[in-house]
T-cell receptor
């Protein structure tokens, strides 16, 4: 059974510092992995999708890496800003339909 | 930019009542999903829907739940007889393909009293 874990559960950094968010999964037979941002009481905003055949995906200040064999993905956010404060979720797809989510990392970027 | 929309944003109901949550997926998407998030817990998959039928469902999605695409634009989740433990945020999502990016709506907060 797939388990998705995100460590740490919470993170506070000063503005300008790079953010490193970790996601691990127990079953490496995944189709893809998606990173989301969730603001309090709001929906999920898709940040990046990385397919199982890819090692890396970039969008602006965001870069996600995937090491399928070791069951890990890392989301890097360069030069963090207060507007990056949110909860970041990773989710893996290892069956036809569903995404399976981690519990998230709550990020606070202080000015 | 196209987005998934959901109505209502907040629904309050009495235990045992039926509720219908509505979603309008992105117009060229073919795959539709419902997820829920109980306060303080992980987002959980409920059901996926393609070609007018359920393609996958979780153990949460029991006989009390049903989904429908009543026309070319709406996708609905019905809970027949709500329980207190159904209180959660319900998210609709859609994608162009089963292995493609899923886009989520803003959610409907369901409160069962």
């Amino acid at each position: 059974k797939q388990e998705v874990t995100q460590i740490p559960a919470a993170l506070s950094v000063p503005e300008g510092e790079n953010l490193v968010l970790n996601c691990s999964f127990t079953d490496s037979a995944i189709y893809n992995l998606q990173w989301f941002r969730q603001d309090p009481g709001k929906g999920l905003t898709s940040l990046l999708l990385i397919q199982s055949s890819q090692r890396e995906q970039t969008s602006g200040r965001l870069n996600a890496s995937l090491d399928k064999s070791s069951g890990r993905s890392t989301l890097y956010i360069a030069a963090s800003q207060p507007g990056d404060s949110a909860t970041y979720l990773c989710a893996v797809k290892n069956s036809w339909g569903k995404l399976q989510f981690g519990a998230g990392t709550q990020v606070v970027v202080t000015p | 930019e196209p987005e998934v929309t959901q109505t209502p944003s907040h629904q309050v109901t009495q235990m045992g009542q039926e509720v219908i949550l509505r979603c309008v997926p992105i117009s060229n998407h073919l795959y539709f999903y419902w997820y829920r998030q109980i306060l303080g817990q992980k987002v959980e998959f409920l059901v996926s829907f393609y070609n007018n039928e359920i393609s996958e469902k979780s153990e949460i999605f029991d006989d009390q739940f049903s989904v429908e695409r009543p026309d070319g634009s709406n996708f609905t989740l019905k809970i027949r007889s709500t329980k207190l433990e159904d209180s959660a945020m319900y998210f609709c999502a859609s994608s162009t393909g089963t292995y493609n990016e899923q886009f989520f709506g803003p959610g409907t907060r369901l409160t069962v009293l």
